[in-house]
């Protein structure tokens, strides 16, 4: 039996039958390890965003697990908007919003539909014309490495078509420095649904899975992997991202592979699945079904296989929609466009 159809099986379980109103009291956990493949830019005002906190929290031994550091921070809008661009990306492919007519959808505009899976999932807000609360909590992320370790500042300039800084006689002054965040730095984090259907599970995970640039400059830099370790199904809310990082500190620490930069990813991926359970294990909420390290690889392929096929994805998105609009018209008035 597949990992999909074992889920499905349990459905009255994990899922909800449509898109519930109140909370029910279910969460599924996207438990990730985000790592930098480029040079992306995480920043405000100009400059990368950093935070200093205790390098660990003790629980492994680690022998500087007090000392305060500074940690690179991805806040959370630099990782829901990417992924909620690519799930609209998705549902303008198939058809299920549109640019006009019926089925118009504009982001971040008066123009939000307020019924498809997107405005339903992700939450909206238009003023005096309603809101809805997003499904999805995401926090802010905090690398694993400090701040000194995992940036690196580049000059840049502006070059001409005809690849130099002079034309006519004169030459531009506009030269500049960026600060960058380097390869393999990583970033724990988890991403949370809350009370989930079947179809919202599919789609939040398909976002994470297919987004690959986030923070600024993504155009030309900003590519990211998603290492999704790991879901868990459970009653309440789970660990912090921060607290998450500092655990993985810990245990690198511990085994003594904070030392070489950059970190090994598979020493990296591991560790995590590792601390994640030991950290599940304390959190006072029902565990109700957890796969975490080899045990998720199965369902990540299944996933993967599913948005390779296009009548599957259609299906999938189709279904969804009809329970998103369903909701909007019961609960939101908005059913039919105005």
């Given at each position: 039996m597949s990992m999909l159809d074992q889920l499905q099986r349990q459905d009255a379980d994990l899922f909800l039958g449509d898109v519930a109103q109140r909370p029910q009291g279910?969460?599924?956990?996207?438990?990730?390890?985000?790592?930098?493949?480029?040079?992306?830019?995480?920043q405000t005002d100009g400059t990368l965003n950093v935070i200093r906190t205790q390098a660990g929290v003790g629980a492994n031994g680690s022998a500087d697990a007090g000392a305060v550091i500074s940690r690179l921070v991805m806040f959370k809008r630099k990782q829901t908007s990417p992924e909620r661009l690519a799930g609209r990306e998705l549902l303008r492919l198939h058809g299920i919003i549109t640019d006009e007519g019926e089925r118009e959808c504009v982001y971040n505009d008066e123009k939000f539909c307020k019924r498809c899976p997107d405005c339903i999932t992700y939450g909206y807000a238009i003023g005096d014309q309603g809101a809805e609360k997003s499904k999805v909590l995401v926090d802010s992320a905090f690398s694993i490495t400090r701040y000194e370790d995992s940036h690196h500042a580049f000059h840049f300039n502006a070059l001409y078509e005809h690849g130099t800084m002079t034309n006519e006689g004169k030459t531009r002054s506009s030269f500049g420095e960026q600060d960058h965040i380097v390869p393999q730095v990583f970033f724990p984090s988890v991403v949370t649904l809350r009370d989930p259907t079947y179809e919202s599970f599919l789609y939040v995970m398909g976002n994470i899975l297919r987004t690959a640039r986030y923070g600024a400059q993504e155009t030309r830099t900003g590519r990211v992997e998603n290492h999704l370790i790991g879901v868990a199904f459970t009653s309440g809310e789970i660990f912090s991202n921060l607290h998450f990082s500092q655990a993985m500190y810990d245990a690198l620490a511990k085994a003594g592979q904070l030392t070489i930069l950059p970190l090994e990813r598979q020493h990296v991926l591991t560790a995590a699945s590792r601390v994640a359970r030991t950290l599940l294990a304390e959190e006072p909420v029902e565990q109700r079904f957890v796969v975490l390290g080899e045990e998720a690889v199965p369902l990540l392929n299944e996933v993967r296989a599913l948005y390779q096929d296009r009548g599957r994805t259609q299906a999938l998105l189709t279904s969804f929609d009809r329970k998103t609009r369903a909701y909007a018209e019961q609960h939101l008035g908005n059913g039919r466009k105005r």
């Open positions: 279910r969460y599924v956990h996207y438990i990730l390890i985000r790592e930098s493949e480029s040079f992306p830019v995480f």
